[in-house]
């Protein structure tokens, strides 16, 4: 088999005709007589958008399927849609989005996609069982996707200019489900799953809790990121969810949350200060302190382990695994009062847990009660007071207590 070779195509003789020429994806593309500055100039010009384009002809006329444009698309976002170095959870919503599309309409033409089938897609997505906004941001995905192919000349602007006419689905007029709101969490509801948390979980807790961050900012906490030369600390995440718009965050610390912060700042400034792998250990040490059996006999440590495991403990918590303790900690905290099974149990594990945005929703609205809004919306690092108010819940008290005295 021929050696495949990512150079870049090069500008050659056509013996035959005597013009020069050059092969992308394939094709050949006469440049006119070979050796003249016009035929370089349009060698480069034609090999720059290739290139530009992921190596594949980026021409309007060529007849490309809908399967075609999302598969070119997601190589492009996979590029794209990067933070320190890793895909963002963007690039699989993209792809679950494209599902829809794919199963559909995949080996239709993409000039011939249009609004009808756009919508048709929509209805398949609630019959999935997808809430309204969900429904809509997958929308806007497929959209940007024949957006970006309009602007890679891969299809006409007329098929991006029909499906903008479809809007998106609108509260209570379509059979979509709506969402069901983020709330706060109860202190009192904090406090009875703590217990069943490890150490270094519940002091994530803690600390977002009392400062109002993201989990993912609690996650990558390093100590060299933290400020502790005034009396309020002030911690400046290596990478945050609004970076990408030129936005500075700082996040301030007080001293409740500087006691729980302190003892994991007693390491390398470049580690992270929650980390799996010393909870594990931590865990295995503490086991092994209470072990029964002699060393003599059964398993010593470190022999039972898996030579490959599938998972392993890793550097930090990902918001995904700092989720996942929080709910298993909350069936802990929280048990059925009769033995349920099935779906019945999967029902009220989800009516008991609670997710690591809701301490955010906890602290904008205590810091929005005590404060007003506009210190929630500083301290929550908002740009606009209207995205505090999703977060922080309006003090109903003051309503009733101006209701007494005027009305």
């Known amino acids: 088999m021929p050696r495949l070779s990512n150079s870049t195509p090069k500008y050659r003789k056509h013996r035959a005709s005597g013009q020069a020429v050059v092969t992308l994806s394939g094709k050949d593309f006469y440049l006119g007589p070979h050796g003249t500055k016009a035929s370089h100039r349009e060698f ?23 399967v075609e444009v999302l598969a070119a698309y997601k ?3 996979k590029t794209y849609y990067r933070k320190n170095g890793k ?9 679950e989005a494209g599902k829809f599309v794919h199963d559909l309409y995949g080996r239709t033409p993409a000039a011939e996609f249009g609004p009808l089938a756009l919508q048709v897609v929509q209805t398949k997505m609630i019959e999935a069982g997808f809430c309204r906004k969900t429904i809509n941001d997958h929308s806007a995905r497929i959209k940007r996707a024949f957006k970006w192919a309009v602007a890679q000349q891969l299809i006409p602007p007329t098929t991006l200019q029909a499906l903008e006419a479809v809007p998106g689905l609108r509260k209570n007029r379509s059979a979509a489900r709506e969402s069901e709101p983020v709330l706060p969490v109860s202190d009192a509801t904090v406090d009875a799953t703590l217990p069943h948390l490890s150490p270094a979980v519940a002091d994530m807790v ?35 969810k609004t970076e990408h718009h030129q936005r500075d965050r700082v996040i301030f610390i007080g001293p409740k949350a500087q006691d729980v912060l302190r003892p994991y700042l007693l390491r390398p400034a470049d580690s992270f200060c929650f980390s799996p792998q010393e909870s594990e250990h931590k865990r295995h040490r503490e086991r092994h302190a209470e072990r029964k059996t002699p060393l003599s006999c059964g398993n010593r440590p470190g022999t039972n382990k898996k030579r490959n495991p599938r ?11 700092y989720r996942r ?6 069936d802990l905290a ?29 602290a904008a609205t205590e810091i929005r009660k005590r404060f007003g809004l506009e210190a929630a919306q500083v301290t929550l ?27």
């Open 75 to 77: 190589r492009f976002a």
């Open 381 to 407: 690092g908002h740009a606009n007071a209207n995205i505090t108010q999703v977060y922080a819940e309006r003090d109903m008290e003051k309503a009733a207590e101006v209701m007494r005295v005027v009305g």
């Open 334 to 362: 929280f048990p059925p009062e009769i033995e349920l099974e099935g779906d019945a149990l999967k029902q009220w594990q989800a009516a008991q847990r609670w997710s690591p945005n809701q301490l955010r929703h906890s």
């Open 87 to 95: 895909e963002t959870r963007e690039v699989g919503l993209i792809s």
């Open 44 to 66: 480069d010009r034609l090999v720059a958008e290739w290139l530009q384009n992921g190596r594949t002809i980026a021409q309007a006329e060529v007849s490309l399927t809908v």
């Open 206 to 240: 803690r600390f977002q809790r009392l400062t109002g961050c993201r989990p993912g900012e609690v996650c990558n906490l390093r100590p060299g990121d933290v400020d502790t030369s005034g009396d309020v600390w002030a911690y400046r995440p290596g990478s945050h």
């Open 311 to 321: 998972r392993s403990a890793g550097q930090c918590y990902t918001n995904d695994s």
């Open 325 to 330: 303790a929080i709910h298993r900690a909350c």
